[in-house]
T-cell receptor
Framework: KAGVTQTPRYLIKTRGQQVTLSCSPI?????VSWYQQTPGQGLQFLFE???????NKGNFPGRFSGRQFSNSRSEMNVSTLELGDSALYLCASSLDRGTSTGELFFGEGSRLTVL | GDSVTQMEGPVTLSEEAFLTINCTYT??????LFWYVQYPGEGLQLLLKATKADDKGSNKGFEATYRKETTSFHLEKGSVQVSDSAVYFC?????????????FGGGTRLMVKP
């Protein structure tokens, strides 16, 4: 069974640009979450999508957005990049059973460097 | 809001030593608790979980007991191996939340020397 796939794995952008990251969940998983991982702030929740609807949202500015498609694949977008957006962005999928189980399956991440 | 605090690393041990990584939490509700592990260059993997007080989660020789009275979920292993070298994250989720949002601790890096 294929795991969570994230693309691209590495990318370099400059300040002011925008970036789109993609995530393909495990087959049958309808919940997709995104986390930002940095050495200083650790793992921070960005948002969660379920059945194409944003179900939860973390405390990030509006420059961070996401969406989910009918096949459960998800994308996140960061506009007007800042140096502080340099991070590992992790996507996680879950077999949602209606209540929080916390059993997330993570991809290897997309490492974004902003110059 | 909810928060998780775990001991700062790195923790350096010799092979076959006993491991404890402390984790305490603050939650408004009645959370489920988790330990996730991140090996170098990889995403996080669920190591073990506990969903109610006094539950013990266990996997691969690791154990953690949900202690509601001390709001703790300490990770233990009796004999570590070099292959256990990784970053360990304690996390909680609010079971009243209709979703899968996790609150993570800062992570503890474990280094095991042969």
């Amino acid at each position: 069974k294929a795991g969570v796939t994230q693309t691209p794995r590495y990318l370099i952008k400059t300040r002011g640009q925008q970036v789109t990251l993609s995530c393909s969940p495990i087959s049958g998983h309808r919940s997709v979450s995104w986390y930002q991982q940095t050495p200083g702030q650790g793992l921070q929740f960005l948002f969660e999508y379920f059945s194409e609807t944003q179900r939860n949202k973390g405390n990030f500015p509006g420059r961070f957005s996401g969406r989910q498609f009918s096949n459960s694949r998800s994308e996140m977008n960061v506009s007007t990049l800042e140096l502080g957006d340099s991070a590992l962005y992790l996507c996680a999928s879950s077999l949602d059973r209606g209540t929080s189980t916390g059993e997330l399956f993570f991809g290897e991440g997309s490492r974004l460097t902003v110059l | 809001g909810d928060s998780v605090t775990q001991m700062e690393g790195p923790v350096t041990l010799s092979e076959e030593a006993f491991l404890t990584i402390n984790c305490t939490y603050t939650a408004t509700g009645y959370p489920s608790l988790f330990w996730y592990v991140q090996y170098p260059g990889e995403g996080l993997q669920l190591l073990l979980k506990a969903t109610k007080a006094d539950d013990k989660g266990s996997n691969k020789g690791f154990e953690a007991t949900y202690r509601k009275e001390t709001t703790s979920f300490h990770l233990e292993k009796g004999s570590v191996q070099v292959s256990d070298s990784a970053v360990y994250f304690c996390a909680l989720s609010d079971r009243n939340n209709a979703g899968n949002m996790l609150t993570f601790g800062g992570g503890t890096r474990l280094m095991v020397k042969p």
